[in-house]
């Protein structure tokens, strides 16, 4: 982070959020985060689901083995992520979603 940055030194990212409002305004709203720390990157988090990362990955035109996976939370969530160039940011794409309880079968998990 440079200490002189101004808000002008975050168009890149800012120029990338501004595309996807205009090229997809019509999927699920991210949460959005721009940050003088890395002010090429543009992220954008999905709280309500996994199903919402996938319509923003397929949309985006991402491929699916560019993502990753990890459980955090004591294994409650599944965290799903990917990282892409877009309009001139580094684009940075999370999804947060339940781990589906086991399914017990015969009393067994």
Known sequence: MSENLTLDGLTAALRALRLLVTDFGHLPAPTVRVSPIY???LELSLHSGLPDFEAWREALGLAADGVTCHVQG??????LRTVAAYAGAELE???YGDVRAPELVGGVA
Do not use: A, H, M
Not at 74 to 79: A, C, S
């Open 39 to 41: 002010p090429d990157r």
């Open 74 to 79: 004591d294994g409650r969530t599944r965290v």
């Open 93 to 95: 794409l999370i999804g």
